[in-house]
C-alpha cells in the first residue's frame, strides 16, 4: 500500500474511533479540566442555597471526566434574573445550570410578562432534590401565633416576600382574598435568609415558606424563646416528626371551599423544588450525562448521610419527570387559569 494510501487509512480508523466512542467517554474527553457552575437565584443560607451547595459537592464526582463544581448566587426578582439568564444568555454547553423557583413558571403560565420572556417551556431538566410542604409563621413578638389569632386579625399583619409568584406571596394573597385575613405582603427581598433577618429585625412579623427548608435553615429561631420565637401556625400536612408542626392546623381543616381550591391549585408546583434547569439547546448527549449524574448523586451514601445530619430530606424528582410536570404548569387547564389569574399583577398603561 502506498504511503498516500496509509495515510487514508489512518485517518479513517481515527475518524471511525470519534464516531463510535461511547457518550461516556466523549463527555469524560469534553468535561476534564473543566468547571460546572450551579446559579442560585436567591440569597446564601436558604433553602434553595443549602440544598444547591449540598449536591454541588458530591455532584462532579459522577459526571464523566470529575469536573470542578462551582456555586454562584445570582440574586433579584424573587429569583427571576437567575431563571432568565439561564433561559436567555447562558451558553448550552452543558456547563452550568440554574437553581429558582418554579412559582415563575406559574407566573408565566398566568400571564406575568417578565416570567412570560423565559423559555422554560424549552429548558432542559437535570432533575430536583425535594418536594415541597408549605408552611405559614409568625413571630411570637406579633402577638399572633396560632390560626385564630391570624384569621380574626383587625390589624395588618407584615408578612415578608420575595416577589409575586412566591411561596411567601401567593399563599397570603390567597388567603386573603378567599379568607379575609388581612396581611400586608412586603416583596422585595432576596431569598428566605434576608426575611429571616427582616423578622429577627422586626421588619415585618411573619411569612410562608416551604417546612423541609425551613426545619433546618429556620431552626434556630422555631428553638429560640420569647419574642424571638418563629411559631408555625398552619402547614401543608404532619408528614414530618418535628414537633413543633405536630398540632398546628392543615390548610384542608381549616380554609373555605373556595380557598382549598384556589390553595389545591397552586400548590400542583410544590411536587418538585429547587430544580436544575439547563439552557435551552443543550446537547441532548450532555443533558442525558447530566441527568444520570444528577440522579446518582443524589443517591450517594455520603451525601445521605450529611443530608441526614442536618436534616434536609431528599426527595428526588428526575429530569424527565420535572419536565412533564413544567409542561402541566404551562398548560394547565383554563379555569385553573383564570382562577389564579388575581396572583399576576397587572401592567400599568
Given amino acids: 500500500m502506498t504511503r498516500k494510501g496509509l495515510s487514508f487509512l489512518a485517518a479513517a480508523i481515527i475518524l471511525g474511533a470519534a ?12 468535561y476534564k479540566d473543566k ?4 446559579i442560585v437565584g436567591f440569597s446564601p443560607g436558604g433553602g434553595y442555597d443549602t440544598y444547591t451547595r449540598l449536591i454541588a459537592r458530591y455532584f462532579g464526582k459522577y459526571v464523566p471526566g470529575n469536573p470542578t463544581t462551582l456555586v454562584q448566587n445570582m440574586t433579584g426578582a424573587g429569583s427571576l434574573i437567575s ?5 436567555r444568555r447562558a451558553k448550552p454547553d452543558g456547563l452550568s445550570g440554574a437553581v429558582f423557583n418554579n412559582s415563575l413558571i406559574v407566573q408565566k403560565a398566568l400571564g406575568d410578562k417578565k416570567a412570560g420572556a423565559v423559555p422554560f417551556e424549552k429548558m432542559e431538566w437535570a432533575g430536583a432534590p425535594s418536594k415541597g410542604e408549605i408552611v405559614c409563621m409568625m413571630m411570637a413578638f406579633s402577638g399572633k401565633t396560632t390560626w385564630k389569632d391570624v384569621i380574626n386579625s383587625k390589624e395588618p399583619i407584615k408578612i415578608g416576600a420575595t416577589r409575586a409568584g412566591s411561596t411567601g406571596h401567593d399563599i397570603p394573597a390567597i388567603l386573603n382574598k378567599a379568607m379575609g385575613t388581612k396581611f400586608k405582603i412586603v416583596t422585595g427581598y432576596r431569598g428566605t435568609a434576608t426575611i429571616r433577618l427582616a423578622l429577627e429585625g422586626r421588619e415585618v412579623d411573619g411569612f410562608c415558606s416551604q417546612w423541609e427548608s425551613m426545619r433546618v435553615t429556620a431552626r434556630s429561631m422555631l428553638d ?9 401556625f398552619v402547614i401543608d400536612s404532619h408528614s414530618y ?3 413543633e408542626i ?14 382549598l381550591q384556589l390553595y389545591n391549585s397552586w400548590a400542583f408546583q ?3 423544588q429547587r430544580m436544575l434547569a439547563l439552557p435551552p439547546g443543550t446537547p441532548k448527549d450532555r443533558v442525558k450525562i447530566l441527568q444520570t449524574a444528577y440522579a446518582n448523586t443524589l443517591k450517594d451514601p455520603q451525601l445521605l448521610a450529611e443530608a441526614k445530619k442536618s436534616k434536609v430530606l431528599i426527595t428526588p424528582v428526575s429530569g424527565a419527570e420535572v419536565e412533564k410536570l413544567v ?17 399576576v399583577r397587572k401592567s400599568k398603561k
Fill in 35 to 38: 468547571t460546572f457552575r450551579f
Fill in 224 to 232: 429560640a424563646e420569647g419574642d424571638q420565637k418563629l411559631v408555625p
Fill in 83 to 87: 431563571a432568565t439568564y439561564i433561559g
Fill in 270 to 272: 410544590m411536587a418538585f
Fill in 246 to 259: 405536630q398540632s398546628i392546623p392543615l390548610f384542608k381543616d381549616v380554609l373555605n371551599k373556595e380557598a
Fill in 241 to 243: 416528626p418535628d414537633p
Fill in 19 to 30: 464516531l463510535y466512542a461511547t457518550p461516556e467517554a466523549r463527555a469524560e474527553d469534553f
Fill in 327 to 343: 409542561d402541566g404548569i404551562i398548560n394547565m387547564p383554563q379555569h385553573v387559569r383564570e382562577s389564579l389569574s388575581f396572583l
